[in-house]
């Protein structure tokens, strides 16, 4: 895991940011125009270390820097409970799938598969865009799967049709099925703001 770079280090001091506290590393970022102003704009993802000598968990936070016509960057959003926390038995480093901006969307994808004390491996891939100003969720796509059965379960929420579609090839006894079964649903309509997130309460299978 190597630590905030030469040019990043660079990138705080121009634009008068705020550094990432010296018990944190950088993990990932990505940049893409996520509020139609055609500037670009950066997201991080951010790691507190974790001491060699302990496997705990580690907070790992979401920042969003908004670009600006003066080439300046802004703090806009922080996400203190937008990922999952890290940890030393985590196959995937710092348990990150994704971390994209796309047409206006930044997608954030996790992770969590572990070397030990769990069979299961769980996956959450959060999608969002900026709306009036506000980042609200417009998709959710949360999964479980069983590395004994190899089977599991997917759910995926369409916030902007509020249709919820159900994928699953495990059967109520953690036994595989011969054949997945999917059903779709209608939810009611839910609007999701990024201050409300909490990725334990919403990346739950």
């Not at 705020?18 to 500037?39: F, M, Q, R, V, W």
């Not at 709306?131 to 997917?154: H, M, P, Q, Y």
């Not at 999917?182 to 909490?198: A, D, Q, R, Y």
């Amino acid at each position: 895991m190597a630590e905030i770079d030469p040019v990043m280090q660079d990138f705080y001091r121009k634009h008068d940011l705020p550094a990432i506290p010296a018990d944190y590393i950088e993990a990932a970022k990505t940049t893409g125009d996520l509020n139609k102003d055609s500037i670009d704009d950066i997201v991080l993802l951010i790691s507190q270390k974790i001491p060699k000598d302990k496997v705990d968990a580690a907070p790992q936070i979401i920042l969003i820097f908004l670009g600006t016509k003066e080439k300046k960057f802004k703090l806009w959003k922080t996400g203190k409970k937008h990922f999952l926390r890290n940890s030393s038995s985590l196959m995937e480093p710092f348990g990150l799938s994704n971390l994209t901006i796309k047409n206006r969307v930044l997608s954030i994808g996790s992770n969590a598969s572990y070397s030990e004390g769990t069979w299961n491996i769980y996956n959450c891939e959060q999608k969002w865009r900026e709306e009036n100003g506000e980042l609200k969720l417009i998709g959710l796509t949360v999964s479980e799967f069983d590395r004994r059965c190899a089977c599991g379960k997917t759910i995926d929420h369409n916030l902007l049709t509020q249709k919820k579609i159900t994928k699953t090839d495990k059967g109520d006894n953690d036994e595989a099925l011969s054949k997945e079964i999917t059903s779709i649903t209608k939810e009611k309509p839910l609007k999701v703001l990024w201050e409300e997130f909490n990725y334990d309460n919403y990346c739950q299978i």
